[in-house]
């Protein structure tokens, strides 16, 4: 008698656990972070689509050229947050109950770079 009571009222605390989980982080906080790598892509994809600049020319105002140099790191940076996007994504849409706030911050910190470098090299 005395074990089962034990074993509900063990069952009871853990189902009461399991329905209190709130994830701090919403869907919300994900589409944030791939409208600003969505905004970044566009720029980065259209300098991409310029001419490469001759050995020795950089852009200006009555030049437009794409650098390699910087289309090449903006494509490491652009590869390296889309990942840490999808990885996010990945773990949002797996495990909806957990803290996905360490995953957000990896791709928000992936998408700043890359922004950051396309706004360093004069990209919008």
Do not use: H
Not at 11 to 19: H, V
Not at 29 to 58: K, T
């Amino acid at each position: 008698m005395m074990k089962s009571l034990m074993a509900v009222l063990v069952a009871a605390s853990l189902a009461g656990c399991a329905t209190t989980i709130a994830n701090p982080v919403s869907k919300k906080d994900l589409a944030a972070i791939e409208a600003v790598y969505g905004s970044v892509l566009v720029a980065a994809a259209n300098y991409s689509e310029l001419p490469f600049c001759p050995d020795g020319m950089n852009l200006s105002l009555t030049r437009l050229c794409a650098e390699r140099k910087v289309v090449k790191e903006l494509g490491i940076q652009g590869q390296r947050a889309n990942a840490a996007i999808e990885e996010a994504r990945n773990f949002v849409r797996r495990y909806p109950r957990l803290d996905a706030s360490a995953m957000l911050a990896v791709a928000s910190s992936a998408v700043t770079a890359f922004r950051n470098t396309a706004f360093i090299n004069g990209v919008k």
